[in-house]
């Protein structure tokens, strides 16, 4: 059977769809007509329904981080509808509800076997280094379809895709244990995500560190102790967070923004044996103090890059049940619009976006 006697749109049948592209970084995005793509054997052909807007789509756009092929379509956090697949596919549906795993991998290397799929030799992120969901369709390998339950909706399904998983995939590198204290420095998607898994993973306190008074309000209303950083230097977070967790400091910390100074307060607001999880992006080289951040205390810097897709399988779970709750953290909606879309970029860039703005098609 051909994809196209397996697609259930009519519209499927036009050539080409609407897209927001980058087409030079350190310059805006731009909305182009490109053609549709059709799925190839074992691909499905989603209909996006929803695609987040990251801080890292900032980050490619002004160049801070590569992308390419140029021009290419951004978006890595999405989520729609199967529309249409390709030949070989039997465990994805037509009409199936899904979210996209971004990793698009060869499932055959070292590190795939071994459940790496995070450092496949060959691997491509979605709106990275291959086309992401920023357009009306985009089509990717069946295994990439994450099975999107009815109780969750296709906004928060896609930041799953990225906010979530890799703070859940974060908690996990920094080995958090029922019982420990965590800090989670940057109240956006992710920290949001993460305040509310920490504690479901049985964090006996969760502290949440951010320039925003809104942010930090909202962080408090999911279990955390808020401290402000407006204004305030990295000695001066760090003696708050000590202070908020009665002189000790924390076991983990997640540093989400990606900033010199973050990752400083990271460090130094370690209790012993304490483990600093770095996700945030950043190109600058950060001073380290190794015997009065690392060495004294035996603490640990840890990279986390992304996620796994069991771990998206297990976050399905936990929204399902009703356990991570991003009805406040998905804050705004805009079109698949250049011009809005580049709003929300510059206000990521400025540290001055709402928590979470998913694109609608």
Known sequence: MTADARASTPELHTATMNAVQLISQGSPVVAT???????????????????????SDAHYRSGRSPAHPL??????EVSGDVVATGEGVTDVAVGARVALHYLVICGACDDCRAGREQFCSTGLMLGHYTNGGWAEYIVVPAWNAVPLPDSVSYEHGAVMMCSSSTSLHALRKGRMQAGESVLVIGAGGLGMSAIQLAKRLGASQVIAVDRDARKLALAEQFGATPVSAAGLSVDDVVAAVRNASNGRGV?????????????QVSLKALAPLGRAVVVGLNNVAVPV????????????????????????VELMTLAADGHLDLRNVVTHTVPLDADAINGVLDALDRHEAPVRTVIVP
């Open 251 to 263: 076991d983990v910390a997640l540093e989400l923004v990606g900033s010199v100074d973050t990752v």
């Open 289 to 312: 103090d190794s015997y009065r951040d690392i060495i004294g205390r035996e603490a640990e810097l840890i990279g986390s890059n992304d996620h796994l897709r069991s771990e998206l």
């Open 33 to 55: 007509v490109i053609p549709r793509p059709a799925p190839g054997a074992g691909e499905v052909l989603v209909r996006v329904r929803a695609a987040g807007i990251c801080h």
């Open 71 to 76: 021009p290419l379509t951004l978006g890595h």
